[in-house]
């Protein structure tokens, strides 16, 4: 799926491509280890076997025939690569027509319109929205941005845990403690974690909660009443959460909706020859594949979540036919998810190599992993709340003229977006350590870091005082190594789009932003120390189209910013 987007990227594929007479797409585009060298480098290994040459050889050859360009300007041969100069002025050009210009920062080819299904965020209803549930919820947001931006039709589901044994231990909780008030989301999680608590203790509650959620199943009225209840308490909980996240979901349809569609799921894989009764349970055998049974009814007659997942998967497919359908749950459901896909193979179903899970790492406290049936949960809420004030506090001493609401409104989009993007900063697999002093840090790799770089470009084109900032101005001005650097940074902003989707990894993105900020830093810093290189000079041309690429910076970070799911703040 992964596709060049970027001019210079394909200007270089097509100069190596159309001399050795192969395809543009064998070919990966990069930087040579000295800009000195040039500004792009590719190597010819990928042609070297089929055009049974070597690549020095082949890099000679494309040297040899190489014609400049609009974008490219030369080329010179350094062992197996060739290394392209870019033509800064005509560079400098088409990033001011695409980020001022009304057009698009990224090209929506790949998409073209076909659908990506993206399941994230999806919790258990009755419990708590807790800090351990961010990485899926964002990191499924950042995933439905990026597919959009490049054009793919996105269905994002939030697929509840509203069905199943636990369900059952809660209603059984409800009528052995019924609540004195009305129910909140605090007591549901309370009268939960009571319940396995006093079943340490008290083995026949096990059954209780058994026979609660048979009665659940069979449509028993107060059952399904009080059930509906409970999610409605937790529906409105988890809305205002995504409300201050800023996401939306296409489709909320919980495990329940699956209900009915499961008698028919169980009937294909036994009229298939799939099924069969192991020590009373229904399973679907999977040895041949090294894996254990995957469980479809349990032996005292309950589903399991494994069938519903097969009719979610079936609904998914019917219903918009994906060109991927993720599923973004932690590494540790990697098992299930390998089951689940082989089951859907192993019946026929040729999409079922487009399901693909997306693991993620543990979000640890203290360094440890907290979960909310063990009660030691962080609440994701409470993280927020402690994000604004902390927020709000840095941006009232660097800013004392401020009204209260204008530090309360930015501390908003500072002190959550720093949250996620501490979450997005390291690669999907990892780890993450939850630090106060790592999120809001406004240096090194951080969200407030990246967000004051784009506060800081609304500062400089402010001071600049030219309101009329566009496609205009005189690119041969801009001749220093750290212009040319910066927008060959920013002209990568398709291609890590692009390469992120592909990989399913978010964390892309915000690496190549901290890189266009520390690149932006670096040259406006100069100027700083040099009068005659500063953004804001005297010489009018040369000051326009310094503030130019000033602005294209800041159209790029806050693209960038708003695919991840972080707000851009004019001022903090």
Sequence with gaps: MAVALSPLVLAAQKAVADALEVSPDLFVVGSPPNPAMGDLAVGCFPAAKALKAAPPALAAKVVERFEPTELLMSAKAAGPFVNFTVNSEALFKHLATIALDEEELIAKTPGDGKSICIDF??????????YHHIRSTVIGHALVNLYRALGYRVIGINHLGDWGTTHGMLLAAYHKWPPTEDLTIESLNALYVKFRDAMKTD????????????????????ARKLWQHFKDVSWAEFESAYEMLGIKFDEVRGESAYVEDMPGVIKMLDDKGLSSVSEG??????????????LLRKNDGATLYGTRDLAAAMYREESYHPERSLYVVDRGQSLHFKQLFRTLEKAGFEWSSKCIHVPFGLVRVGGKKTTTRGGNVVLLKEVFSEARDRAAAKISENNPEWAPEQVESTAAIVGIGAVVFANLMSQRDKDVDFDWDDILSTSGDSGVYVQYGHARCCSILEKGGMSDIGTEADFSLL??????????????????????????????????????????????????????????????????????????????LKEGLGILGVGAPDAM
């Design 479 to 556: 001749t220093q190594p750290q212009e040319k650097a910066l927008a060959l940074s920013l002209s990568q902003l398709g291609d890590v789009v692009a390469k992120a989707a592909d990989h399913n990894d978010p964390h892309l993105l915000s690496r190549y932003l901290l890189e266009v900020v520390s690149d932006f830093s670096t040259w406006y810093t100069q100027g700083n120390q040099d009068k005659a290189l500063r953004v804001i000079c005297e010489d009018e041309p040369t000051r326009r189209a310094r503030l130019t690429l000033v602005a294209i910076t800041r159209a790029v």
């Design 281 to 294: 349970a229904l399973v679907v055998m999977l040895e041949e594949d090294k894996m254990p049974p995957l």
């Design 203 to 222: 083995e026949s509650l096990e059954q209780e909660g058994r026979d609660w959620f048979a009665k659940l199943e069979n449509g028993d009225e107060e």
């Design 121 to 130: 965020s999806s919790p258990n209803i009755s419990k708590q929205l807790a």
